[in-house]
């Protein structure tokens, strides 16, 4: 139809226009993605040398473009499993404290340490178990790291437990509450009471606080007396180990024994 009047000029106008639309909309939809129609190239890429001949056009060829992730990660992430340390006190280096009969700290603390690293293992965490000097301990890296130890049996009359953390600490904060933990879990379980009178230097000052990464957050027990603490030390070593462990659950996971 021929456009006879203005308003039919409009409308023929109109026409014409929706119909280049949609064409230019085809276009970009579907013959250039398909590579029917060229792209003709309007400026050259930094480096590129300029076309020789302006008349001449450039043809882009259209790769397919890179594939994009399908949500399948490439390797599987590790869950978060606590890894703490735990050392034998006076393993790989010394008796320890020795009673009259014969009985040494130091099979006294392995016994411990390796009922804790058992339990802990069993709760699904990496445990490593430590010689009092074990190499590994320099720069050591963990949730937590334990050295487990039990007192002289020479003070008659004196029963309890004690821990402590390095007097200057760190990270305060998190070694405060491993501290308290537990203690808390410590007492509850074996019955022994907590003994804050005869820490001393030893303890707070341990050489191990000094070797490990500053991060680690850590702690010396003195599980309880070689002499008066004998019987739950020696006889019901599960006992002791249970109270160590459910500490350590309870400080790092939260949750109370
Ligand atoms: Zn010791």
Not at 58 to 85: F, K, Q, R, Y
Request: overall charge negative; charged content about 20%.
């Amino acid at each position: 139809m021929k456009p006879q009047t203005a308003s039919d000029l409009d409308r023929w106008a109109v026409g014409w226009t929706i119909r280049a639309l949609v064409l230019i909309a085809f276009l970009a939809a579907f013959a250039v993605p398909l590579g029917f129609v060229p792209i003709i190239a309007v400026a050259t890429e930094e480096g590129e040398t300029a076309p020789q001949a302006r008349s001449e056009p450039i043809i882009i060829p259209l790769l397919p473009s890179e594939p994009t992730p399908t949500g399948v990660p490439a390797t599987t992430p590790v869950p978060d499993v606590p890894h703490v340390g735990i050392i034998a006190g006076h393993a790989g280096s010394d008796s320890g404290a020795v009673c009259p009969d014969g009985l040494e700290e130091v099979d006294v603390n392995q016994e411990i340490a390796r009922r804790v690293v058992a339990l802990l293992d069993q709760h699904g965490w990496q445990v490593d178990l430590l010689d009092e000097f074990d190499p590994r301990l320099n720069g050591y890296r963990a949730d937590a790291l334990l050295s487990i130890h039990a007192d002289s049996c020479n003070v008659p009359g004196k029963s309890g437990f004690k821990i402590a953390r390095v007097e200057s600490s760190y990270a305060p904060g998190p070694e405060s509450d491993m501290v308290d933990r537990i203690s808390e879990a410590y007492h509850a379980r074996t019955g022994l009471e907590f003994d804050p009178h005869t820490i001393t230097y030893d303890m707070t000052r341990y050489h191990a606080f000094y070797e490990i990464d500053p991060s680690t957050p850590a702690a010396i027990i003195e599980a309880g007396f070689l002499l008066d603490d004998r019987e739950i030390l020696t006889e019901r070593p599960e006992v002791v180990a249970r109270g160590i462990a459910d500490g350590l659950i309870y400080f790092i996971e939260g949750t109370p024994p």
